[in-house]
């Protein structure tokens, strides 16, 4: 079966076509992030910046040392076992030697880069639930890169999707990354007649970035080609440590009952669907089952980390939630 990424048209009596300058302005207000919003999130992250000078841990900014911290220190020293220390960090050889607990201790490495990859493409314009994919995406990007500056870590970024790609050189400033967060909250260009693609976002991270970064793939996983999306991700892998995370929403894999809905491909081609059919939706479904099951195939294959946002979730939670569980595997596996 060829593969085909499609996107909602609704034609629709109950969906009636009323559009006013007013309702335009409304809609184009949701479907974008507030900028103080996303400067607001620094806070949950765990860094109060100008507010004070003392460092926060709040649960964010400790999952996010634990996790991707944990795998990027350098060994500094042994010393006396304290009463609340790691036990997976003691040498057993000199507690041996000793007849004493001894510890190992790191020190973390600094200024390591953090590239937040973000999806702006039209695709990203749509939610069902509480709010849109665009809002979403840019919330996790704000609680991410606020958490990586939190532990000294150069954050930048590449947005694509729109008819030009964007390139934020990874930088320490607080001012360089609220660049970033302030372009996730401008309206996107109606004349996106070709607009660029994950293979060129991820060609500019590979030109543009030295090698051992963390890439947060952030992007709507159901519209991405599985060839598009198996190269990126072996291209990326060979260079840098690798997450990607989906942002969903109900709608992509329930079709909710509005009768009947025009289904419109990329390359123009239409079809028809009547959504009350109940084997339609089952067969729709079951299309979106077997995709994600191929993504996470994908993202085994290239040893990387997956998980997927809804735009009915808190964005705070979810992450705590999906870092907690990576931290428990890492503590498996060691």
């Known amino acids: 079966m060829q593969e085909v990424s499609w996107h909602f048209h609704f034609e629709n009596s109950n969906y009636p076509n009323s559009e006013t300058v ?5 809609i184009i207000n949701m479907l974008l992030p507030q900028f103080e919003e996303l400067l607001a999130l620094r806070h949950q992250a765990g860094d109060l910046g ?4 003392r460092r926060v841990q709040t649960p964010l900014s400790g999952l996010y040392a634990s996790v991707f911290r944990g795998q990027g220190m350098d060994f500094d020293e042994v010393r006396e076992y304290q009463h609340g220390d790691e036990i997976r960090n003691i040498d057993w050889r000199v507690t041996a030697r000793m007849n004493k607990p001894y510890l190992k201790v790191y020190r973390e490495e600094r200024e390591r880069n953090v590239i937040l990859c973000i999806d702006s493409s039209a695709y990203m314009q749509f939610g ?3 709010t849109f994919k665009t809002v979403q995406a840019a919330k996790v990007a704000a609680l991410l890169g606020w958490s990586a500056q939190t532990h000294a870590d150069r954050v930048g970024g590449v947005v694509f999707g729109q008819r030009k790609l964007y390139f934020f050189p990874p930088s320490r400033s607080h001012k360089a990354f609220s660049q970033l967060l ?3 909250t401008l309206p996107t260009p109606s004349d996106e007649l070709q607009p660029t693609d994950l293979k060129q976002a991820i060609h500019a991270i590979n030109r543009n970035t030295t090698t051992g970064a963390l890439i947060f793939l952030i992007l709507d996983v159901s519209q991405i080609a599985l060839a598009t999306l198996q190269q990126s991700l072996s291209q990326l892998h060979q260079r840098h440590e690798l997450v990607l995370i989906g942002i969903d929403d109900p709608a992509d894999s329930e079709l909710p ?4 809905v025009k289904f419109i491909a990329p390359d123009g081609s239409e079809l028809i669907v009547n959504t009350d059919n109940l084997s339609a939706k089952q067969h729709y479904h079951q299309l979106w089952l077997n995709h994600r099951q191929q993504v996470q195939l994908l993202v085994k294959q290239w040893a990387s980390d997956f998980f997927s946002i809804s735009t009915q979730e ?9 870092l907690r569980q990576r931290e428990k595997l890492q503590q498996a596996h060691r």
């Open 314 to 322: 808190d964005v705070y939670q979810s992450l705590l939630t999906h």
């Open 182 to 184: 302030r372009h996730l």
């Open 50 to 53: 100008a507010v004070t000078t």
């Open 22 to 26: 007013s309702g335009k302005f409304k």
């Open 128 to 130: 069902t639930r509480q």
């Open 257 to 260: 009952a509005v009768g009947l």
